[in-house]
Structures are given as structure tokens and as C-alpha cells.
């Protein structure tokens, strides 16, 4: 104990028992101890006058403590675990030194015949203590010596330490008994030694009780109260023995009447601990088990899953009736027949549905899964997840019974096939757009390009795809561009420019280069846009101020004559007139922030800038007189009229462009984050579906869900389907702003087993993608949770016959080699073959309606009989076969035989033929490692013993080790 536990373990009570003692012990120990006060206080009768009198009551008191000191060592080892605690190993041996010890003082005693040395009372006692040592190192052994389990194999080795034990005691009292101090003086009573050795024994009887009362590390069902009970009893029986005078006192009596009962409640607490408790675990397992499958069948119904049991042999199905509603039918609208099922899948996915399956049954696949369209009763064809494993096979590999899932993944593929049309409509708009459109990553290097690009360049897709985006510009540009390109992935935002671009015939040509980052991607979009005809109408007037009125007057381009110093317009053309919606005479003289709506600073920090004739080209929003603001493109230069700097704009209505990559931009998104998500849930869901535990669900929701749903917080509750009060929390993310708060229950069937919670950002956009996200996830979480149901159920229905709900042959297959492997000479197995007399007899006559009802009882009744450790299973038709683990050929045959006399005395009623009683079966015992360790041998030797059985006339049992050796034990077949 460390030092800060020690405070605390001095403030608690000395004795605070945990266990009470049962009301029935007190009122024993009450009446044991008042009885013994009544005869210190009361005069002594005197119910024997010589010890001769005493000697039979004695050996017959003694005789019984032997026989129960026994019978406590037998019911602590004889158990049905493959393991006993250490401390009850212990408890064992030191009943049996108790035992051993009696029993020499019973001959020890003085008036009977010597045994190797003379009978004395000095000998009686010596062996009297050390019984009593040995009893009371049994009632301490559980709380003093670990209750770590200790294979049955190792017991030999206790038995023989403990024989070891005894015989040198016994060496001791009786050959060396002048070595030992003097217990009892005739004439005198006792002495000082014996009386306080009885103290010590009584004081020792009283710390076990204290410490059976208070202990915790018992194994558990240790009937804990009636040991501490046979505890003080055993004291009070001890005090009894420090008062008598002489070897025939009423002292000397009460001690043994004592003695005996305490014994009698040891017992009492040895067989509850170790053979009532463990057969009422098994009660409470069963009811346990039986809720289980309630619960599975309950999941089952409501899961929405169909399911479908194929025997190949018979070629027949059962669909369940789940099964037949996914496609619209009725139970009685669909037979058992494999083809009720095939004839349904459509066409073209008949031959990979097939090979599947194929592949499944052939052992490449360790399950059957397949995805394929089925023909429903409204004539429609709807998608079907189908999965399903071979659960039992024939001695050669033939699979004989295939157990499956039939799912209706309809709206899976519907969401796959929306994805697929938005795909489609964004890329037809992409490559029909105007301008040349690629996209790079961080490094430069194209991954895509539009139609307008190939035409613009010359080239063709392959040409393009995973080349350098610089390799499409003139070598003197490609530095600045690559400036403009770093700046860009670092600090986000938008950039333009112009550029020289090359053609693939080496053609240069002036070309306006956007440069946009796409959302959520590690790419960049780039729009090019030839302006060689703009830049040399630029050029031009630069070059030649004297066609500035052809230049001006003529063209549909919208054209403005501005003084920089003024900020006015000083002209407009007739189509700038037109565009604006105002007249050639309101717009010469106008201010040019009445046109443009940039702040007065910035505007003229861009003329400024055209004037330096470093900039000539620029965006901006213009506003009409009917106050409509536009999109324009400013392309503007200065030029010297009649001595005066003037600047010469040329403005597009860039509008509907700019429209247009602001659709296309969020239509990228839009169909980025649906990709991404519908990605996001495809994998979700194929990891769901293959978890076989719900830690497993658990584990691939956390770490899926926060990327699901980036910028939400959320909240995921899930209770265990199996135990409700176990329940499992998942949070992550920050809620935002403004939100909208999606709330989804999760059930299976009719049972809630979670809640999701879901805390969206309010606007329109976000709900219209993450609503349908967030119901898609809840639907797969409860598919999923199905699913594992479902999987679990038929893992355990494979084991089981469906009939009579015992064990199936494929169980037996499994268990008997490892059970055959584990039997030894000191814990055999026995093997049982059963058959029912005269039962083809039976499904002729009465029906094979009958015929299971009376396999069925069979089942119950050998259900019932048998102990947790044995197992039963139904081989075939009318024949099981019972494993006893630990239990003799005869033990085995007394068992079995019960089982039949109660098999004997039920009836059947049938509703024309009246009453079926007399059945009967035949069984055949064989016993490992005593007839054989083999399966084969082991199974021919029950079987013969079974053959036997039947020619001898039916209604029998016969162990094969009983078969005269004659040609009886020949391995012959049996006529059933």
C-alpha cells in the first residue's frame, strides 16, 4: 500500500463486512452458542460413564465428518470448468488432510483395536489436531492464496504434495509420538497446551469468517456467507473441546455435534459455489441468449434488408419477406426456387452476377458481392446490393448452403448518376466557351485544356496535356509570368496581363492572360483571350493621331475622347452614346466619375498611370443612365490633338462575360464540393459496409464526418443495439455564424438507437448542398448499422439447425477435433450417437409436420438434460450426436438413458389419428481416450455401439466398451 493510500486505509472501520450472513446461519449459530452457555452454567449430565459407552457415538459422529470432508474435496474437483482456482485447490487438499486425519483418530481413539501403535487418548488427540489444523487452513485458504485459475492437468501434483503431507504426519503420531507435548492427563482433563492449541484453532476459525466476510478477491460464486457460518461454527465447536474433563464429557460430545454441523454448512457452501451456481449462470445465459435473438430477429424485420437462404443440393431459396417487398411482392407471390431470383436480374448483368458468384463458390473470394439491376413487380428495374457466404460445404468443397443479404441501393445509384449529368452539362460549357480555358497545377504544368484553346494554339490534346504552361509564351515573358504565377499561389486572388503567346507554328500573337486559383483545388485556372487585333488598333492611333476622326467615327466598338487633367469626356461616339443613354451633346463635358463608379483617388491614380504610359488597360463597372452598371473592359492610350495630351478609350461591354466566369467559377465549386462529397460518401460507405463491430462504424465516422462536413458542427449519438445503456459521443467542428439546425433520428426498424445533429450555415447555398449530404449519411449510418446486425445474426444462425435449434453438423466438424485434443484419462470425452427408433414409420404415418414436432421436443429434452460444458447437435435427419466432456462411458450412458426414459413419456397429439406415444431411440456411447483419440475411429466405434443397440431390439443404450469382444465390434453400417 503506498503512503497515500495508508491514511485513508486507517480511517476505515477494522470489520465492515460486505457480505451479510444468511438469517437461517444466525439462528444456528444463536442456538449452538446458547446451548453451550446453558451446559457451562448448569450442572454437567452425565450421558456416558466410560469411554467404551462413548466410543460408538464418536466413531459414528467422526465417520460422518469424513464422509463430508470428503464429499466437499469431490464437489470442488469434480466441476465442470477445465480450471480450479488455486485457493479452492488448496481448500481441496486440506479437506482431504482433514479427512485422512479423522480417520486415523477414529482408530486412534482409546477402547478400539491398535493400529500400528497403541490406541491412546494422547494419539487420538494429536490426530484429532492436526484434522482440525487442516480445516481451518481450508477455510483461510481462499482469502489468504490467489484465486488464480490452475489447469486440471497440474492436480496430480497437488494430490500427490498433499498425500506427502499426510504421510508424515501420520509418521510422526504414530511412531514418534513421545516427541510430542502431552495434550491430556488422566485423572487431570486436559492440558495447558491442548487447551490453548484450541484457542488458536477457535481464533483462527473466527479471523477466516472475518475474512471470508470482507474479501473481494473470491472467485466468483463463492457462497462467500455459509463458509464464514461453518467458519464460526467450526470456532464454537473448538471452544467446546477446551472444556471437557474426561474423553467421554458432554463436552466432548456438543464439540463433535458441533463438528459435524459445521461440516454439514461447509458443504452446504461448497456445492452452491460449485455446482448449483454454475448450472444457474447457464439458466440466466440462456434467458440472455434467447432476449439476444429476439432483439436480432427484431433488427432483422426492420432493417430493411431482405434475406435469402440457398441449399444447392435441393436448388431451393428461402426469401424472406423483406426480400420480396424491396421488389413489390406479396409473401405468397414468390416461390423457393433459384429461379425466382435469376429470372429477375436483367440482361446484361446476368453473366458478371453469375461469375461472382462463381468465383465465390471456387474459394477466390471469401465473399459474395455483386451489384446488379432486378426486375420489380411494377415492371421498373431497381438496383440491388447483394452479398452473401457459403455456410456450409460437402466433405469435397461443394458448397451445400449459401446465407445472403438482399439491399435496395436504388437512390446510391441515382445520386451516382446526377453527379455524372452535372459533370457532362459543366464540361459542354466549358469547352463551348468563347475564350481559351486551361487548367495547371502549382508547378505550371497543363492538365486541361478547351476546344478554344486547342484552335487559338494549333494544337492538338495530346500536345498539350502535361506539358509547361511556359512553353506557350515567348521566352522574354516567361520570367515576368513566372513572378505574377508565384505571387499568385502565395497571396490567392486574381491576376491579368498581356502576354506574347506562340503557336505551334511559331507565330506570335498578343494574348490577355487571367489568372484565377480554383476553391478547394491545388490548381489554377487560365483564361486566355486574343487581343492582336485590339493591341494593333492601340498602336495605330498611338502612332498616327491624325486618323483619330476615321479612327473615332467609324467601328461598333464604343469609343470616348478624355482629358486626363479635367477627368471630363471630351467626345463620345454615336455607339457610346447609344450604350450609355445619353446623347453625343450630354455626354461631351460630362465628369467621367458619373460613368465610372470608382472613388475619385483611385480613379485618377489610374489616369495617372495611362498618361506615364505605364498601364493601358483596365476593368471596371460603368453605370447607364438609367442607372444599370456594366461590365466594361478599358483599353486606353494617350494621344497629342492640336498640342494637348488627351486619352483615346476604347470600352467593351464585358458583362455577359464576366457573367459567365462567375457562373462557370460556381459551377466548378458547386460540382467540386458535390465530387468531393459524393467521393467522400462512396468510401464511407464501402468502409461501413465491410465493418464487422460497431468500435470499427465508430472509428470510420470520426474520422470521416469532420471532412463531410467542413465549417459545421455536428453531433452524433449511437447507443449499442446490443446493450442500449452503452452509448458512444461523437462532436467535431465549430458552429458558425448564422446557422440552421439539422436534427435526424437513427433507427433501426422501430428502434431508436442515435440522434444526429447537424449545425449548417443559414444561406440558401449552403443548405441546398449539405441538407441532402446530411440525410444521405444518416441513411447510410443506419444501412450500416443494419448491415452489422444482420451480420452478427447470421454468423450465429450458421451454427444452428433450423429446425431444432441445436448445433449443426458444421459445428460439430469444427469443435470435436479441438475437444478430442484435449482429452486425457483424467478428463475423457464421451461421444454419443442418437437415433429415433422407427421414425421413417413415423413421417409416414402421421406426416412430416409431425415428424418435426417430435424432433423438436427431442431437442428440447436433451437440451434441458445437459450440462453447460456438453454439446448437441443435430447430424442429419433423425440422428444427433451429444459431446460430454469430462464424463465417463458410464456416467455418459446413465445420462443419455434418462434422457430417454423422459423422451419415452411424451405424446402427440395428431388432429385425425388421435394420440402418438411409445417413441423411442437408440444410442451408441463412445469414450476418448479410452476406445480412441481419433474422430473417424471414435464416430465408427458410437456407431457400431448404436448398431448394436438397434438389433438388440431398440430402446437402448450400449457403450462400445461394453461390447462383447466377438465380431459385434466390427464397424458396420446401422439400419435407420
Not at 85 to 91: D, K, L, Q, R
Not at 596 to 611: D, M
Request: charged letters at 20%; hydrophobic letters at 40%; one cysteine or more.
Amino acid at each position: 500500500m503506498s503512503s497515500r493510500q495508508l491514511p485513508s486505509a486507517l480511517k476505515m472501520p477494522a470489520f465492515k463486512a460486505h457480505t451479510p450472513l444468511p438469517a437461517s446461519g444466525l439462528v444456528g449459530l444463536a442456538g449452538m452458542l446458547v446451548l453451550m452457555v446453558l451446559l457451562i452454567l448448569l450442572p454437567r449430565p452425565d450421558i456416558f460413564t466410560s469411554v467404551a459407552q462413548y466410543l460408538i457415538p464418536h466413531s459414528l459422529l467422526e465417520i460422518g465428518a469424513v464422509l463430508v470432508a470428503s464429499m466437499a474435496a469431490i464437489s470442488i474437483f469434480q466441476g465442470h470448468r477445465s480450471t480450479v482456482p488455486v485457493s479452492f485447490v488448496v481448500m481441496g487438499c486440506a479437506f482431504l488432510l482433514s479427512a485422512f486425519f479423522d480417520l486415523i483418530h477414529i482408530f486412534s481413539y482409546d477402547g478400539m483395536p491398535n493400529f500400528v501403535s497403541d490406541a491412546s487418548v494422547q494419539k487420538a488427540i494429536h490426530f484429532w489436531l492436526a484434522g482440525r489444523t487442516a480445516f481451518v487452513v481450508a477455510l483461510l485458504a481462499p482469502c489468504l492464496i490467489t484465486s488464480r485459475p490452475m489447469t486440471r492437468r497440474r492436480l496430480p501434483l497437488a494430490f500427490v504434495l498433499t498425500l506427502v503431507i499426510g504421510l508424515l504426519v501420520s509418521w510422526v503420531g504414530l511412531y514418534h509420538l513421545d516427541y510430542l507435548p502431552a495434550t491430556f492427563i488422566p485423572g487431570s482433563g486436559l492440558t495447558a497446551w491442548k487447551i490453548g492449541y484450541e484457542w488458536v484453532l477457535a481464533i483462527g476459525s473466527l479471523i477466516a469468517a472475518i475474512l471470508l466476510l470482507n474479501s473481494r478477491r473470491l472467485p466468483e460464486g463463492t457462497n462467500i456467507s455459509w463458509l464464514a457460518v461453518a467458519a464460526l461454527a467450526t470456532g464454537l465447536s473448538e471452544l467446546c473441546f477446551t472444556l471437557y474433563a474426561t474423553a467421554h464429557d458432554v463436552f466432548n460430545l456438543l464439540g463433535h455435534l458441533y463438528k459435524v454441523a459445521a461440516y454439514g454448512m461447509l458443504y452446504h457452501a461448497i456445492y452452491s459455489s460449485r455446482l448449483v451456481y454454475p448450472y444457474q449462470r447457464l439458466k440466466d445465459m440462456s434467458s440472455a441468449l434467447a432476449e439476444a435473438e429476439q432483439r436480432w430477429q427484431f433488427a432483422l424485420e426492420g432493417s430493411g434488408a431482405g434475406v435469402w437462404d440457398w441449399k444447392q443440393d435441393s436448388d431451393q431459396v428461402f426469401y424472406s419477406p423483406q426480400w420480396k417487398a424491396t421488389l413489390g411482392y406479396e409473401e405468397e407471390d414468390i416461390g423457393s426456387s433459384f429461379d425466382e431470383w435469376k429470372s429477375r436480374i436483367h440482361p446484361d448483368d446476368m453473366q458478371r452476377t453469375l461469375e461472382d458468384l462463381k468465383q465465390h463458390f471456387d474459394g477466390h473470394s471469401v465473399e459474395y458481392r455483386n451489384e446488379h439491376r432486378m426486375l420489380t413487380r411494377s415492371g421498373e428495374w431497381k438496383w440491388i446490393l447483394d452479398q452473401g457466404r457459403v455456410v456450409e460445404r460437402s466433405p469435397d468443397g461443394r458448397p451445400l448452403r449459401m446465407i445472403g443479404t438482399h439491399s435496395d441501393i436504388d437512390w446510391i445509384k441515382e445520386q451516382q448518376q446526377r453527379l455524372i449529368t452535372s459533370r457532362a452539362r459543366l464540361r459542354s460549357i466549358y469547352h463551348s466557351a468563347p475564350v481559351g480555358i486551361i487548367v495547371a497545377d502549382r508547378s505550371g504544368t497543363i492538365v486541361d485544356a478547351n476546344s478554344a484553346m486547342h484552335n487559338l494554339l494549333g494544337r492538338g490534346e495530346a500536345e498539350l496535356f502535361q506539358q509547361s504552361l511556359w512553353g506557350l509564351f515567348s521566352l522574354e515573358e516567361v520570367s515576368r509570368l513566372k513572378r505574377a504565377w508565384g505571387q499568385l499561389q502565395r497571396e490567392g486572388g486574381n491576376f491579368q496581363d498581356e502576354y506574347h503567346m506562340q503557336t505551334a507554328r511559331g507565330h506570335l500573337f498578343w494574348a490577355e492572360v487571367t489568372l484565377t486559383p480554383l476553391e478547394g483545388e491545388d490548381r489554377t485556372l487560365v483564361l486566355v483571350n486574343n487581343i492582336e487585333d485590339r493591341r494593333r488598333a492601340i498602336e495605330l492611333l498611338e502612332e498616327n493621331a491624325t486618323l483619330y476622326q476615321e479612327v473615332f467615327s467609324t467601328g461598333n466598338a464604343i469609343k470616348l475622347l478624355i482629358d486626363p487633367e479635367l477627368a471630363e469626356i471630351i467626345d463620345a461616339n454615336p455607339v457610346a452614346a447609344d450604350f450609355y443613354g445619353y446623347s453625343i451633346g450630354e455626354m461631351c463635358g460630362m465628369p467621367l466619375g458619373r460613368i465610372n463608379v470608382l472613388a475619385s483617388q483611385t480613379l485618377s491614380k489610374r489616369i495617372r498611370s495611362v498618361v506615364n504610359r505605364t498601364d493601358n488597360h483596365f476593368e471596371a463597372s460603368h453605370q447607364l443612365a438609367n442607372g444599370e452598371l456594366r461590365d466594361v473592359e478599358i483599353f486606353t492610350g494617350p494621344v497629342d490633338l492640336n498640342g494637348r495630351t488627351l486619352l483615346f478609350s476604347i470600352v467593351h461591354d464585358i458583362t455577359d462575360r464576366k457573367r459567365a466566369q462567375r457562373d462557370l467559377q460556381i459551377a466548378n465549386l458547386k460540382l467540386s464540393r458535390l465530387s468531393e462529397s459524393r467521393t467522400q460518401i462512396h468510401h464511407l460507405s464501402e468502409r461501413l459496409l465491410t465493418c464487422s463491430r460497431l468500435d470499427e462504424i465508430v472509428t470510420q465516422l470520426n474520422v470521416r464526418l469532420p471532412s463531410l462536413f467542413a465549417g459545421c458542427e455536428g453531433t452524433l449519438q449511437l447507443a449499442d443495439p446490443a446493450d442500449h445503456q452503452q452509448k458512444t459521443h461523437i462532436q467535431w467542428g465549430t458552429a458558425p455564424t448564422e446557422v440552421c439546425v439539422l436534427n435526424h433520428s437513427l433507427s433501426v426498424g422501430d428502434t431508436v438507437i442515435g440522434n444526429f445533429t447537424l449545425q449548417i450555415p443559414s444561406d440558401s447555398e449552403s443548405q441546398e448542398h449539405l441538407r441532402p449530404l446530411a440525410e444521405d449519411v444518416c441513411q447510410l449510418i443506419m444501412l450500416a448499422l443494419a448491415d452489422l446486425q444482420l451480420k452478427q445474426g447470421l454468423a450465429h444462425e450458421a451454427r444452428r439447425d433450423t429446425l431444432t435449434r441445436l448445433y449443426n453438423r458444421r459445428h460439430l466438424d469444427e469443435v470435436l477435433p479441438q475437444k478430442l485434443a484435449e482429452a486425457s484419462i483424467g478428463n475423457p470425452l464421451s461421444l454419443v450417437v442418437l437415433d429415433l427408433d422407427n421414425f421413417k414409420q413415423v413421417n409416414d404415418t402421421y406426416g412430416h409436420e409431425m415428424g418435426d414436432q417430435v424432433l423438436s421436443r427431442l431437442a428440447s429434452i436433451i437440451r434441458e438434460s445437459l450440462r453447460s460444458s456438453d454439446e448437441a447437435c443435430r447430424y442429419g435427419g433423425e440422428e444427433f450426436v451429444i459431446l460430454m466432456p469430462g464424463a465417463s462411458a458410464a456416467v455418459t450412458r446413465a445420462r443419455v438413458e434418462a434422457i430417454l426414459e423422459a423422451f419415452r413419456e411424451e405424446s402427440f397429439e395428431h388432429d385425425t389419428l388421435g394420440q402418438l406415444t411409445g417413441l423411442s431411440f437408440s444410442a451408441g456411447v463412445a469414450n476418448a481416450p479410452h476406445d480412441s483419440q481419433s474422430t473417424d475411429t471414435l464416430f465408427s466405434m458410437a456407431d457400431n455401439a448404436l448398431y448394436q443397440a438397434k438389433r438388440s431390439g431398440r430402446q437402448r443404450v450400449l457403450c462400445f466398451n461394453n461390447l462383447p469382444p466377438t465380431e459385434d465390434r466390427r464397424v458396420t453400417s446401422s439400419p435407420r
